[in-house]
């Protein structure tokens, strides 16, 4: 499984936007780029997942470069119930399971 | 949304006994479930692919013996820590994936806690 790398926290405040950053340099043509978040003491939750282009949804948006060998997870208005560790998480086309990493523990200050 | 449940949430249990964990997918079919554990402070590892009909498939250095897993229908997946040490104490999870292709999301359960005195 191609690897990823994140920074192990980030600190925002609450109603600001974060930037998660996820590194993926040795993604292949078929990886898609999947984010999951797991609140303190849960399972993990699905956040958002992209292969090429952009992706938005009701929680978050995902900006992948032209590359693909990087990917930002954006939360634009952060609150306290987005403290989680974020994870950025690779499939390849077909794959089933997925392999987490460390991933980043966000905390938001009020 | 996908949910999926699992029973129980937590459980205390001698050393030597055996714990059910049960999954299952409550509105929709999934003939695939995975079972991961995740230790303290760690990320979350994942110990077995579940799939409804036929043999798990377990990851390396996961004893299948002892951690028994049965997918016996499309919405059930059960994971049985057999004699269970203080070692296995773990927060046990699973999921379950809906999709096809390579866009497949998986939605986990909200974990086990598993205590073994």
Redesign the interface.
């Known amino acids: 499984d191609a690897k990823t790398t994140q920074p192990n926290s980030m600190e925002s405040n609450e109603e600001e936007p974060v930037h998660l950053p996820c590194n993926h340099s040795t993604i292949s043509g078929?990886?898609?780029i999947?984010w999951?978040r797991?609140l303190p003491?849960?399972?993990?939750?699905?956040v958002i997942?992209g292969?090429t282009s952009n992706v938005n949804n009701r929680m978050a948006s995902l900006a992948i470069a032209e590359d693909r060998k990087s990917s930002t997870l954006i939360l634009h208005r952060a609150t306290l119930r987005d403290a989680a560790v974020y994870?950025c998480i690779l499939?390849?086309?077909?794959?089933?399971?997925?392999?987490?990493?460390?991933?980043t523990r966000l905390t938001i200050n009020p | 949304g996908a949910v999926v449940s699992q029973h129980p949430s937590r459980v205390i249990c001698k050393s030597g006994t055996s714990v059910k964990i049960e999954c299952r997918s409550l509105d929709f079919q999934a003939t695939t479930m995975f079972w991961y554990r995740q230790f303290p402070k760690q990320s979350l590892m994942l110990m077995a692919t579940s799939n409804e009909g036929s043999k798990a498939t377990y990851e390396q250095g996961v004893e299948k013996d002892k951690f028994l897993i049965n997918h016996a229908s499309l919405t059930l997946s059960t994971l049985t820590v057999t004699s269970a040490h203080p070692e296995d104490s773990s927060f046990y999870i699973c999921s379950a994936t809906l999709g096809s292709g390579g866009a497949q999301t998986q939605y986990f359960g909200p974990g086990t806690r598993l205590l073994v005195l």
């Open positions: 078929t990886d898609y999947h999951y797991q003491s849960q399972g993990p939750e699905y997942h292969l994870y499939s390849a086309q077909g794959a089933q399971k997925l392999v987490f990493g460390q991933g």
